[in-house]
């Protein structure tokens, strides 16, 4: 079987590392892909965003199936285009795909379904938003409502921020159109915590816990990123939890998603709040996460191109899902100055120094001559197994000690919790 894999961060390397183990899968092609994935794939030069390009190259090629990681062609409706051309894709349909596309779009299916979440308003303009917060106490959270790449939420902490962060999304639009509506919402308070889930459109399936760290210091300090380490499994993801997710939340998004004739054959990522009163969710994503896949797929046993034909057949529960019982931590190695600006083209060292049991995904990375060279703020996901998360975590520092690039920067403290 040929695959596409789409995409060029350490959640598609990751892809591509699994499926390469699969004996069904014979060719593995990734659009665009990176220095690391070109190791275990042919990557084509294609972006993300040219659906059109895409869907040619599949069909010349008569790839038997296409695998999406990141948000922007899910939302464009690459689905869409892949099943008018009769070809198969793993991911929601572009109306699905709404779930992470508009937050006041999954806040109102969440208020359809009775899926516990933040109390919200919507809000078109500066005015009216002035006026909803006189209901609200804070902190409070204002959201841009489209993709703004992680960047378009705010939590407000006095009335002066949010009037500024009101002004900034609807007044200057300093999200572009991402910020036509805003969503203001009640702050939660408890622990942040995520899961991801295969959908097949009749059923959901959690796959085992995961924990990220948002935040770009040590301590959880400074300002969100796109994810600077994981560790699964996650002790806060206890039986009763997952038991309490399940029923208040994966059930009522199933039902949701097939009464509103979503068609989602692909991953669901459900951002959650553990508060006193049970779990809410802060956010869908329509996409495996990153750096939280790195962590998941390296604990899975089966074969996840079996999974992946199991979900374009519907048939989800016909498949047993195994995981290890191992622990497994993913720490990034970011650019100095990441998530603000930050160089790039430094050279990258000491990759063949790390030990075989260690995994190096690449993020940011690029071929600058014969160089492997930095290319994005998060360059390098360095990821490990053990049997528990200590031994996981010393192999990956260890190892971390050995790669080398000007402005390496990390944090030292994933796993720790
Ligand atoms: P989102 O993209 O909606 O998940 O928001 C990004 C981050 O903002 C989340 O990961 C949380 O850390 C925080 N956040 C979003 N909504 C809330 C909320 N209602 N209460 C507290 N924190 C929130
Ligand atoms: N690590 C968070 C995300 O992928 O959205």
């Known amino acids: 079987m040929k695959v596409l894999v789409i995409g060029n961060g350490g959640r598609e390397h990751t892809i591509v590392w699994k499926l390469k183990k699969s004996p069904l899968v014979t060719e593995i092609y990734c659009a665009p892909g990176n220095p690391g994935i070109a190791k275990l794939a042919k990557c084509v030069n294609i972006k993300v965003e040219n659906i059109g390009a895409l869907v040619e190259f599949s069909r ?26 009769g070809l ?15 937050k006041s779009f999954s806040k109102k299916f969440m208020e359809k379904y009775n899926i516990p979440t933040a109390r ?72 942040e915590t995520s899961i991801l889930c295969f959908v097949d459109g009749k059923d959901i399936i959690p796959m ?5 760290h948002k935040r770009i210091y040590d301590g959880d300090q400074g300002p969100n990123t796109g994810g600077m380490g994981t560790y699964s499994p996650n002790y806060i993801y206890t039986d009763e939890v997952a038991q309490s997710v399940k029923e208040k939340i994966l059930q009522p998004t199933l039902e949701g998603i097939q009464k509103e004739e979503m068609d989602y054959k692909g991953i669901l990522f459900i951002g959650l709040m553990i508060t006193r ?76 120094a790390v030990a075989d049991d260690v995994v190096v995904f690449h993020a940011g990375t690029a071929m600058k001559e014969d160089n492997l060279v930095t290319a994005g703020g998060r360059v390098l996901g360095v990821t490990a197994q053990g049997t528990t998360i200590e031994e996981a975590r010393s192999k990956v520092y260890n190892s971390i000690d050995k790669i080398f690039f000007e402005g390496k920067t990390y944090r030292k403290d994933i796993a720790t919790k």
């Open 120 to 191: 919200f308003n919507q809000v078109f303009n500066y005015q009216d938003g002035i006026e909803v917060l006189k209901n609200y106490t804070f902190p409070v959270v204002i959201k841009a409502d489209g993709l703004a790449a992680g960047k378009g939420v705010l939590i407000c902490n006095t009335m002066q921020e949010a009037e500024e962060g009101l002004r900034n999304i609807l007044v200057d639009k300093v999200f572009g159109d991402a910020g036509n509506e805003v969503v203001i919402e009640e702050f939660l308070e408890g622990i």
């Open 60 to 85: 010349e090629m008569k790839i038997n199936m296409t695998i999406v990681g990141p948000e922007i062609p899910l939302v464009a409706g690459i689905v869409d285009e892949y099943n008018k051309a």
């Open 88 to 102: 198969k894709i793993i991911g929601p349909s572009g109306k699905a795909a709404e779930l992470e596309g508009s």
């Open 277 to 352: 009163d049970g779990p809410k969710v802060l956010e869908y994503n329509v996409r495996f996460g990153d750096p939280e896949t790195q962590v998941v797929l390296m604990r899975l046993e089966t074969d996840l191109f079996e999974i992946f034909q199991h979900i374009l057949d519907q048939e989800l529960s016909g498949i047993e899902i195994k995981w290890n019982n191992n622990a497994a931590v993913c720490v990034v190695l970011a650019s100095e100055g990441y998530p603000e600006a930050y160089e790039k083209d430094k050279v990258i060292l000491g990759l063949e």
């Open 208 to 212: 085992v816990g995961s924990q990220d």
